[in-house]
């Protein structure tokens, strides 16, 4: 068809080009003027016709050419979409390689050392490098085993001034404590799964969007992984899904993090009392006795021993003798709580105390109160009230000696001194 309409164009455009040359023609041979007159109208008019087809056909043209350019600008436009959304897939990959690349290291930095602290700074500083990219804030909280409440253990943030004063988690981190699941705000504005007028009154930092993954190992919950920017749409699924992953790691990690600490600390806590055992008060004494000597301070060491014990374990039974341990050690918690000391069961009812910074005068007071408040103490064995009595000897350093090993033997030979004078009293060497 357009073939064909080429075709008659050419036609015209020669017909009218052979009428101009015949007119012009017909001007030089007859030269006559009415003749002359109607030939040059007659070829104006045709030069008219010529140049209105000329221009039509030029319009044509130039309508054709614009809707060619138009349509080259709308496939430039959408190669350049389809370029942009190349480049963001190449740069999502690279970052999902990076980051799941990544996780190697972070399986080799977490078995690599199973101190609880060393763990918890690991699995922050990677979702918070990885993921926000050390923007905004990272937040860790873990399960305390006894109050089952969440505990602040690591923070990392883009501002050094903030202050995090919601140690125990907020609405979002309960959310995530109560569901077991993961949780992805957007836009904080826009969410009405929470209750906004509740945050004013919590510690609500300028935030917009969150992701937050539980910390959970064989079904027990230990914690809460968090990351929060004040930009909102900071975070996108595939963030949240890394999160987890990271977090689904970080758990076993942090089981055998805990695991590892609570044999540490039975090794150095007594079982029964929770209060330090004999060798590591002894390993404390030695580098506290070194201190002291070398900043010319006092060092006092109490012993205390629990009078007629035996006589308890015989009418009331081992198991009485346990809850009278325990109540003792409480007691002296309780009582020295105020004081740089540290306390031992030394070996069956035997204590240690040590008391830093103070001299024997102040550390007979201290004792004193601390014997006249378990004299006064109601201890209930076996439906019967009853109370037990102490005798407590102090040595001091460097009044008595500047040798650790003989401040404890000194203040054992005054509790024995405590013992023949009568009982429940306090001596000094």
């Known amino acids: 068809m357009s073939m064909l309409q080429n075709s008659i164009r050419r036609a015209i455009v020669l017909i009218l080009a052979i009428i101009s040359v015949v007119l012009i023609i017909t001007n030089i041979i007859f030269l006559h ?17 010529l140049l209105i087809y000329l221009i039509h056909k030029s319009s044509a043209h130039i309508y054709k050419l614009q809707s060619l350019i138009e349509i080259n600008r709308e496939q430039a436009n959408i190669l350049d979409d389809d370029n942009t959304k190349s480049r963001q897939l190449n740069d999502a990959l690279k970052s999902r390689i990076i980051r799941y690349g990544s996780l190697k290291k972070i399986i080799e930095d977490l078995n690599r050392n199973l101190k609880l602290d060393s763990t918890v700074d690991t699995l922050t500083e990677a979702v918070y490098s990885l993921i926000s990219k050390r923007h905004g804030t990272a937040l860790l909280f ?27 988690g907020d609405i ?8 077991s699941s993961v949780l992805i705000i957007t836009n904080l504005k826009q969410d009405f799964r929470f ?16 992701i937050s993954s539980p910390l959970i190992s064989h079904h ?77 301070q006092h060092l006092s060491v109490l012993m205390l021993d629990i009078d007629l014990f035996k006589k ?20 002296m918690q309780e009582s020295l709580h105020e004081y740089n000391c540290l306390i031992s069961r030394f070996g069956g009812e035997e204590f240690l105390v040590m008391l830093s910074g103070l001299d024997k005068k102040k550390s007979f007071l201290v004792a004193e ?13 076996r439906r019967q009230e009853t109370k037990v009595t102490v ?28 013992k023949l004078k009568g009982r429940n009293q306090v001596c000094c060497i």
């Open 172 to 179: 979002f981190d309960l959310w995530v404590l109560r569901h």
């Open 142 to 168: 873990l399960v305390d085993s006894q109050t089952q409440k969440l505990q602040l253990a690591r923070s990392l943030k883009e501002d050094n001034d903030l202050v995090i004063l919601s140690k125990e």
């Open 369 to 381: 109160s601390l014997r006249q408040k378990i004299e006064k103490e109601k201890i209930i064995l």
């Open 33 to 49: 003027q009415k003749l002359l007159f109607i030939t040059g109208a007659v070829f104006i008019i045709a030069n008219i016709l």
């Open 220 to 296: 027990s919950l230990l914690g809460v992984l968090r990351l929060e920017n004040k930009l909102a749409d900071f975070f996108t699924q595939d963030d949240l899904r890394f999160l987890a992953l990271v977090s689904d790691l970080g758990a076993i990690a942090l089981e055998n993090s805990l695991l590892f600490q609570k044999t540490q600390d039975l090794a150095i806590h007594d079982d029964l009392t929770r209060l330090y055992t004999r060798y590591y008060f002894l390993g404390r004494l030695k580098e506290e006795a070194k201190r002291c000597i070398r900043l010319d």
């Open 195 to 210: 209750d906004t007028d509740s945050l004013r009154n919590q510690d609500l930092r300028s935030t917009s969007s969150i």
């Open 312 to 331: 308890y374990n015989d009418k009331f039974g081992h198991t009485a003798g346990d809850i009278v341990l325990r109540k003792i050690s409480h007691l």
């Open 391 to 418: 005798s407590i000897g102090i040595a001091n350093m460097p009044y008595d000696t500047k040798d650790e090993d003989e401040l404890v033997q000194k203040a054992d030979k005054a509790m024995y001194d405590a």
